[in-house]
């Protein structure tokens, strides 16, 4: 079997895309036709542009013209109505001694599909060295479930509130790791998904051979949260490549200096923090902006 024949073979023609709208109207229908099944085809629609994508999982022993099958499928958890969406991407001829499978982990804001260009390398090193690749949506994110999630520790206590979130994401991964039943993993984390990534290895080090971290976010301030994390104004330099240490005194002025710039925020800015510390994030507004929300997507892109 070639592989033109292969894919005739197993994809069903899809629906057209539809053009991106910029009159009300055409956002109302849009938003009337938006659900898990058009989101379900958009996805597929992007990755039939595999040569080696299915869209059911393969049988086993079922031939096939080359080294690797792609296929998308859900990953249920154990909580009820818990998944994580997983485009899967298994060798035809599995080895022994293969290294261990790689997951590529999104960041904010994005989706699996945004390895897509990199799916072709890496799908070629998975059949060369006969194991998997795992593109997988965050809980929440993507074609991911979109669970409900609140911060119970108080505002002023930081450290708790990054620790409930971090969790709410690295304990479902790790919940999918054992689904999965694998039993290390080369976790490639791009911004957030590179954050996140490495809360996971600090938390599971146990299950990750290698970690690759692509444009990681999140840089934390130092241990003892004394320096704030950015200083208003320049320093000048004192010469002879020598640096002077931090001092109280200095500290405090640049403390000063933030809550200065802080009273000078517009109201706008400052409810757009508010909503932010609150768990409000710019895809709740695109949710809550009903008809309009197609329309303002294509605007905003």
Not at 72 to 101: C, D, G, M
Not at 159 to 176: H, I, N, T, Y
Request: glycine residues 8%.
């Amino acid at each position: 079997m070639d592989a033109a024949s292969f894919a005739a073979t197993t994809l069903p023609p899809l629906p057209p895309a539809s053009e991106i709208p910029n009159a009300f109207l055409d956002s109302v229908k849009q938003w009337w036709a938006s659900g898990e099944k058009q989101m379900a085809i958009s996805e597929e629609r992007l990755l039939r542009r595999l040569p080696y994508f299915q869209s059911y999982k393969p049988d086993p022993g079922t031939p096939s013209p080359h080294s690797v099958v792609a296929y998308n499928s859900r990953v249920e958890l154990s909580s009820p109505k818990k998944y994580l969406n997983t485009v899967f991407f298994t060798s035809t001829s599995p080895q022994p001694n293969a290294p261990p499978p790689a997951v590529l982990l999104h960041g904010y804001g994005a989706g699996l599909g945004f390895f897509f260009k990199n799916f072709h390398a890496l799908a070629d090193w998975a059949g060369r060295r006969g194991t998997n690749v795992y593109a997988v949506d965050w809980l929440g994110m993507g074609r991911s479930a979109r669970v409900s999630f609140t911060v119970n520790a108080s505002r002023k206590d930081v450290k708790a509130r990054v620790g409930e979130a971090e969790a709410f994401f690295v304990d479902s991964l790790e919940e999918w790791r054992q689904k999965m039943g694998l039993d290390k993993m080369t976790l490639i984390g791009h911004s957030l998904g590179a954050y996140l990534s490495a809360a996971y290895a600090l938390k599971y080090p146990g299950r990750v051979d290698k970690l690759i971290l692509l444009s990681p976010a999140g840089v934390p301030r130092g241990p003892d949260y004394t320096v704030p994390s950015q200083e208003l104004e320049p320093t000048e330099s004192q010469g002879g490549g020598s640096a002077e240490p931090a001092t109280n005194r200095k500290v405090e002025e640049i403390e000063a200096q933030q809550k200065q710039a802080k009273a000078k925020e517009s109201r706008s800015r400052r409810l757009l923090t508010y909503l932010w510390e609150e768990g409000w994030s710019p895809f709740q507004v695109v949710r809550s902006s009903v008809f309009w929300g197609p329309m303002l997507v294509g605007k905003v892109c």
